[in-house]
């Protein structure tokens, strides 16, 4: 099953705008192989556009933390709110329909309170010099625990609608 026999293209690409209005951060819907498929892209911060545009970055960061939050969530069923690498937070909401797995959704691009970001990581992932992550590193924004759990909490209830109208069409 894929999240497309669950719901349109566009019912996703909503959810992942209603989390930028609503959190100001980097929304992402993903199959059950890790890749996003709506058409939808933002970026929290100029520091995550450098990351997701730099492929050696994208892959040692950013796929790299979603596929071990992906796999944390899935074998929890629980939504997991972590750091990335990078040291910015990222949330992971798991998508199942019945006991099937079919992807997850989330967010990522902030840092949680005295968090900071790790430039020497960004660097060595990125090949951009430290001095020049720093510059970008000003323009992540900070965010509180509470906020990335009401964030999960946001999702999960998002995807649970999302299932349960599907579910009530199916039956």
Known sequence: ?????????????????????????RPRVYDTEGVGFTDVSFFGNDLCKMIQSTPKAQTFICAVAHNNMATMAR?????????????????????FVKD?????????????????????????????PEDRVEELAKTVPSTTRKEMEELARFVSERVEKIIKDYEQGTS
């Open 1 to 25: 099953m894929k999240l497309t026999d669950i719901s349109p293209k566009e019912t996703w690409a909503e959810l992942e705008n209603e989390i930028w209005e609503r959190f100001g951060m």
């Open 75 to 95: 074998n929890t069923r629980q939504p997991v709110i972590e750091e990335c690498d990078a040291g910015l937070i990222k949330v992971v909401v798991p998508i």
């Open 100 to 128: 099937e797995f079919v992807g997850a959704a989330g967010a990522c691009g902030k840092l949680v309170e005295d968090g900071e970001v790790d430039a020497f990581m960004v660097n060595r992932s990125s090949d951009v």
